[in-house]
């Protein structure tokens, strides 16, 4: 007589292979949104599609991208980077600065991103010697920054800053815009620099784990300052194309831009905890809060609601980004 099947003693039933919707859910929902968004936008104004304000979406969002970049090797180590805004007033006042006061454009840019990545020095020594916590830090480098800002410029803006200056926020080459061009530079080397060079697996081994990294022999000390200076370096790039395209450095400048640059990094996929995440994700994240700023102003709505609408679209993608990241991980741990 054949006999029944009796599973060994202790033996687990065999599991569910996981959900082929849910992981690619998981892999693809941001573009997934970013697509039925474009779709959406072009359904409700035929202006969204059309080369103009393409053009015109891709020059806006390459200031946030630009500062997001940086922000992804902070968020990455499991830091944070508050003072980015304020540092790109800095940057800006201090470029025009030397600009009006007859110094070469060359030496003058050379003076704004000297002044950025040292400003971003400051803070990852701060947070890799000082031991106090990159949200301490940049909080209180986003006062010194714009005080000093504020005390440069006389809380004045310095403008007329010749053509030459303009045509790197307002210019284009090929048809295609300037700061559309140095945010490809900018990603493309990010991406080279997180993926094929050594560097990259330092940064990702201290969001993973810093002691573990450090046990390893990552000099976690010099990465972190490492981190910040490019944060810092690049709120200056930006600095540049901003300043560029207002003909102006504004004192004000730059408020509010660490959130949105969180914002894109977060909806990019980079968790807050660090060690997991890219820059490719974050180009995403801020060319799809650039396209919903873009498709709420081109639908009139005001900018009282915009505020209000951007805040739900971020906070209902991370929900559901997180809540997938979970059930990923439960079912990898079973």
């Known amino acids: 007589m054949a006999q029944p099947d009796v599973k060994a003693v202790g033996e687990a039933p065999a599991r569910p292979a996981p959900a082929p919707v849910r992981l690619n859910l998981q892999r693809f929902g941001l573009t997934i949104a970013f697509v039925t968004l474009v779709a959406a936008l072009a359904l409700l104004s035929p202006a969204f599609l059309t080369a ?3 053009l015109n979406v891709a020059r806006q969002v390459s200031i946030n991208a630009i500062i997001a970049a940086g922000m992804t090797f902070v968020i990455l180590t ?15 006042a201090i470029m025009a600065g030397a600009l009006k006061g007859g110094v070469p454009l060359a030496l003058s840019l050379l003076a704004g991103l000297a002044a950025g990545t040292g400003f971003g ?3 990852g020594l701060a947070v890799a010697n000082g031991r106090v916590a990159p949200f301490i830090v940049t909080l209180a480098m986003l006062t010194i920054a714009r005080g000093a800002t504020l005390v440069y410029t006389g809380g004045r803006p310095i403008s007329d800053l ?3 200056f303009d045509w790197l926020g307002g210019g284009d080459l090929g048809g295609i815009p300037v ?3 140095i945010m490809v530079l900018v990603f493309a080397a990010a991406y080279v620099m997180l993926t094929q060079m050594i560097v990259g697996r330092y940064i990702y081994a201290i969001g993973g784990n810093a002691e573990a990294a450090r046990l ?3 000099n976690v000390g010099r990465t972190t300052v490492l981190v910040y200076a490019l944060s810092g370096l690049l709120s200056a790039v930006a600095a540049v194309i901003l300043t560029a395209r207002l003909d102006s450095a504004q004192p004000t400048a730059g408020l509010g831009y660490e959130l949105d640059a969180i914002a ?3 909806l990019g996929g980079t968790t807050l905890m660090g060690g997991e995440g890219g820059i490719g994700g974050t180009l995403l994240g801020a060319f799809l809060i650039g396209v919903l700023n873009n498709g709420l102003n081109l639908l009139n709505v005001s900018s009282f609601y915009q505020q209000v609408v951007k ?3 971020i906070l209902l993608a991370v929900l559901v980004d997180q809540r997938l990241r979970r059930r990923g991980g439960r079912r990898r741990a079973a």
């Open 162 to 164: 010749g053509p030459a």
């Open 121 to 123: 020095v400051v803070n």
């Open 311 to 313: 805040g739900l679209v």
């Open 78 to 92: 499991a830091g944070i980077d508050l003072s980015v805004g304020s540092l790109l007033a800095l940057a800006g």
């Open 216 to 218: 390893s022999g990552v």
């Open 179 to 181: 700061p559309v061009i």
């Open 52 to 54: 103009e304000n393409l």
């Open 264 to 266: 894109a990094v977060v």
